[in-house]
């Protein structure tokens, strides 16, 4: 991939489409009980999301992402858990838009694929008619001795403070995922707080992007671990707390998440947001030098 300078903004060599309406009919529908259940605890576990041979297709072209280290000169490509420089392996590479680069790079349609309809018709049946997809990503954990645990947070935190969402994350397993590699937890109902919970960059340094919320234990008095099959997936609230444990396996664990939203409303008053406002990431720099600046998912 050429790499993109300013003043040119690097956004622009890549075409969103005009309608992301999936290609394919669901094989999916949701009962009243799960629905139910989601709405009383904030998050969804389904074992069969997509098939295997879907799952080796998408887990063929996520490697190839991740080996090329596609959007790195965009602050696309990064470390969620680190100071992200390039002198240190990456305990938690993620790379956002795999759906952009995928397709320009890779040849990879998210819309023509059975997880993309599928978790759609999911999302849809959480959040009304009006959803729409709003953003992916590709979250990698290696094995290794110096994983890490990606903090107890809610997403909301990362996100615009000026609107207040109604949103959907799906984390989808391209593996089996277990408590040792890394799979999600969450913490039941914690999407009925009154707003986004204060939070603070990890070990409150600026030049690390990921995000922990305040006095964790406080909230983690219940916690649920939903380990998967291969091509199963969680849906979470927002504002639901989640987390995920050190990969202590011997296989990399890799998650495609997709984010979908309806009825975002602006605020009166925005909210705190001092977790943001002070972070001095490499990825910011890099985004800020290329130009990039389609919001994150």
């Known amino acids: 991939m050429e790499s993109v300078k300013n003043p040119h903004q690097a956004q622009d060599h890549f075409v969103l489409p005009e309608n992301n309406q999936p290609l394919k009919e669901p094989t999916i529908k949701l009962t009243p009980e799960q629905v139910d259940f989601f709405r009383t605890n904030g998050f969804l576990s389904i074992d069969h999301l997509i098939d295997e041979n879907e799952v080796t297709y998408i887990r063929d072209q996520y490697d190839k992402w991740f080996a090329a280290k596609l959007g790195r000169e965009h602050g696309n490509f990064f470390d969620l858990l680190s100071e992200d420089t390039d002198d240190r392996e990456a305990v938690a590479p993620q790379l956002l838009w795999p759906s952009i680069y995928g397709k320009t790079m890779t040849g990879f349609d998210l819309y023509s694929t059975q997880m993309y309809a599928n978790a759609y018709e999911v999302c849809k049946s959480l959040l009304g008619e009006a959803t729409e997809f709003k953003g ?162």
């Open 136 to 297: 992916d990503h590709a979250i990698l954990k290696p094995p290794s001795v110096n994983s890490l645990p990606t903090p107890w947070h809610q997403d909301e935190a990362y996100w615009d403070p000026t609107l207040s969402y109604e949103s959907v994350g799906v984390w989808v397993a391209l593996q089996p995922t277990s408590v040792e590699n890394g799979c999600m937890q969450f913490i039941p109902g914690s999407h009925r707080a009154s707003d986004v919970l204060p939070h603070h960059t990890q070990n409150n340094n600026p030049r690390i992007h990921g995000l922990e919320v305040d006095t964790p234990s406080e909230y983690t008095k219940e916690i649920v671990s939903c380990p998967l099959p291969s091509g199963g997936a969680t849906f979470h609230h927002c504002r639901t707390l989640h987390y995920t444990d050190a990969n202590t396996s011997t296989e990399p664990r890799r998650a495609y998440t997709l984010q979908f939203q309806c009825n975002t409303t602006k605020r009166d008053q925005p909210r705190l947001n001092t977790w943001n406002e002070t972070k001095t990431t490499e990825r910011e720099r890099r985004a800020k030098e290329s130009g990039w600046n389609l919001r994150a998912p």
